[in-house]
T-cell receptor, first 118, second 115 residues
Framework: AQKVTQAQTEISVVEKEDVTLDCVYETRDTTYYLFWYKQPPSGELVFLIRRNSFDEQNEISGRYSWNFQKSTSSFNFTITASQVVDSAVYFCALSDNAGGTSYGKLTFGQGTILTVHP | GAGVSQSPSNKVTEKGKDVELRCDPISGHTALYWYRQSLGQGLEFLIYFQGNSAPDKSGLPSDRFSAERTGGSVSTLTIQRTQQEDSAVYLC?????????????FGPGTRLTVT
């Protein structure tokens, strides 16, 4: 069975601080996909990033960066110079192999509530 | 282009009544998912549709829940004899099937309140 753990329930920072959201996953699949989604107060889940299990190259996109480490089964997400608009619930999610007839259904972590104060 | 749409946005119903929730996926997306988001359970997978294949119903919590997808597009999630524990936000997502796994795009959800 797949499992995603986001140990941080809530994080509160002041604007311009850097913040890292932790995600640890469990899966028996050798091929899998990891995602981060953002859920602002409006409620709609917004896709942020996707990584497959073969690609451990970390990436920076603007103020966002991701650190994927298979050795520790972690997929952490960092926001640099946080802004008030970053306030939202952030979900880490895991999906099984996309090949063949697999479904790609997502297993979500419990979410981390990020509050950025001005 | 248009995103995933869901209706109604809010639904209040009395315990024991049946409800129907609708999802209109992104045009051309052949994969469609229903999830439920509740305070106690977080985000849970309910059911998956892919083209004309048999749906994966493994996430449906009871036989009071059913879903269908007509013409490979619009999907309806039906909850019969609603219970208070069915109160949640029901989210629909669609994905374009292809090489690798594309991300799922979510609709705004239907907030269901059972009184």
């Amino acid at each position: 069975a797949q499992k995603v753990t986001q140990a941080q329930t809530e994080i509160s920072v002041v604007e311009k601080e850097d913040v890292t959201l932790d995600c640890v996953y469990e899966t028996r699949d050798t091929t899998y996909y990891l995602f981060w989604y953002k859920q602002p107060p409006s409620g709609e889940l917004v896709f942020l990033i996707r990584r497959n299990s073969f690609d451990e190259q970390n990436e920076i996109s603007g103020r966002y960066s991701w650190n994927f480490q298979k050795s520790t089964s972690s997929f952490n997400f960092t926001i640099t110079a946080s802004q008030v608009v970053d306030s939202a619930v952030y979900f880490c999610a895991l999906s099984d192999n996309a090949g063949g007839t697999s479904y790609g259904k997502l297993t979500f972590g419990q979410g981390t509530i990020l509050t950025v104060h001005p | 282009g248009a995103g995933v749409s869901q209706s109604p946005s809010n639904k209040v119903t009395e315990k024991g009544k049946d409800v129907e929730l609708r999802c209109d996926p992104i045009s051309g997306h052949t994969a469609l998912y229903w999830y439920r988001q509740s305070l106690g359970q977080g985000l849970e997978f309910l059911i998956y549709f892919q083209g004309n294949s048999a749906p994966d119903k493994s996430g449906l919590p009871s036989d009071r829940f059913s879903a269908e997808r007509t013409g490979g597009s619009v999907s309806t999630l039906t909850i019969q004899r609603t219970q208070q524990e069915d109160s949640a936000v029901y989210l629909c997502a669609s994905r374009q099937q292809g090489v690798g796994l594309g991300e799922q795009y979510f609709g705004p959800g239907t907030r269901l309140t059972v009184t």
